[in-house]
């Protein structure tokens, strides 16, 4: 997730320069996934959301050689074709459980989402990382524009292609999201009765640092400029007949920085995490994408997860902390939160120095709840 300071600080001087639609690649890929049933009409690619996906592996991360990886695609219920890595144990026999895994907002699949899932997938896990619609791999345009909704969307419709993947039990299937997407993925849980247990790792929620900025700070009258700004520059796109992106994220961060900004510099600019298809590795933001957030609240319904399981996972000293607390005081048992010491939020997306995610109690989780 990017600081909303970003996205503020954009909307009081709008951009008028306009720059070509990152266009999506036309090509199919022709890639199919670890036990995948015969009849799976709707992992494939047909139409105006054909996508392209690189046969190399690209990841920020080594190669396992304790798990099987294929590429897979599967459509949500939209229509938007989702590229996704699919991770499965060696030599492991019989139905396993398995994991939906995305975030960050901004990221894709071949950074944090895939460590987490072929990590998890060396513990026995069949994990499935992929990228929201509109940006990395997957199809939609114009590029690097999300929805709550959507976002949502994508995250069932991960477990709608777990359900073609004979060796997946069905009745075993849980999600992790990953800083922006452990909002997303607490409320798909809400509404979709088939994810038996949650995990959220560094959570934001994306609605309410939108809707009210950190540490909900934002007054009613900065709210309300940043929206007339904001529907003003509707105008402006359609009359330019392209979309307006935001100045491209984390790039040209100063050492008089806040730090939690220079920590996603660190993190997305650096041979660490560098992806060149991220959002947040310096490409951007459409200039609107703010407003479907900041007026859509995410977690209204988190108390219906239960009596499914929560674990909050989060760094004391994460300047994002206080939305998994929030989060977590406002969930039904059970839930857990365990907050790891001296950890900052990107922390959390690799390990950092120490390699502090606790992909053990993860592991413990899981298999307590998806047994």
Known sequence: MQPLSHQKAVADDVITDRRDFLRSSTCIAAISAIGLSANSSFASDEGANKVEQSAKWDKTFP?????????????NRYGFTLCGDLYQPKNVKGKLPALAVSGPFGAVKEQASGLYAQTLAEKG?????????YTGESSGEPRNVASPDICTEDLS?????????????????????????????LNAAAADKRIKAVATSTMYDISRVSAYGYNDNMSFV???NILEQLSTQRWKDTEGGSYAYQPPYNKGVTEDAPQFMIDYHDYYMTSRGYHERAVNSGNAWTMTNPLSFMNAPILNYIKEISPRPILFIHG??????????????????????????????????DGGENHIIPFEKLSEFFNKHLS
Do not use: Q
């Open 222 to 224: 900065e709210r309300t």
């Open 157 to 185: 419709a991960a477990v709608d292609f777990f359900g073609l993947v004979s060796r997946v039990d069905r009745n075993r299937i849980g999600a992790i999201g990953i800083c922006g997407w452990g909002g997303f993925v």
């Open 125 to 133: 896990f069949i994990t499935l990382a992929f990228d929201p619609s």
């Open 63 to 75: 190669k396992s050689n304790k798990v099987e990886h294929r590429k897979v695609t599967f459509k």
């Open 316 to 349: 004391e000293k994460a300047h994002s902390r206080y939305m998994s607390e929030t989060a977590y005081h406002a969930a039904a048992e059970p839930k857990e939160l365990m907050i790891i010491p001296d950890a900052v939020h990107t922390d959390l997306y």
